[in-house]
């Protein structure tokens, strides 16, 4: 199992720049692709960005593109979620996500973002 901490939310006004991480513990040596996902009050989850473990393939949605960049250092087995440009809609418990070999997921327990008008 792949265990997932996140850290680096708080309150941000518009415009600002906030940068989340997430280290990665456990079986860390099955992991292939790793990514952020948020979920507003009332809202879906839903799927920021994500990237391969070696640190390519990356894939944003349309939401966040140019505005958000993604990255990972295997040494430190933390994945990052830069987020620049911030709007109010941004507001959302941010999430860290995995994938491993062996269709095996896991999800750390959320840090909140929160941007004022």
């Known amino acids: 199992q792949v265990q997932l901490a996140e850290s680096g939310g708080g309150l941000v006004q518009a415009g600002g720049s906030l940068k989340l991480s997430c280290a990665a513990s456990?079986?860390?040596?099955?992991?292939?692709?790793l990514g952020w996902s948020r979920q507003a009050p009332g809202n879906e989850r839903e799927d920021v960005a994500t990237?391969?473990?070696?640190?390519?393939?990356?894939v944003y949605s349309d939401s966040v593109k140019g505005r958000f960049s993604i990255s990972v250092d295997t040494a430190r087995r933390t994945v990052y979620l830069q987020m620049n440009s911030l709007k109010p809609e941004d507001t959302a418990v941010y999430y860290c996500?995995?994938?491993?070999?062996?269709?095996?997921?896991?999800w750390g327990q959320g840090t909140q973002v929160t941007v004022s008008s």
């Open positions: 456990g079986r860390t040596f099955s992991l292939y692709r």
């Open positions: 996500r995995s994938w491993s070999y062996g269709a095996e997921e896991s």
């Open positions: 990237i391969g473990w070696s640190g390519g393939s990356t």
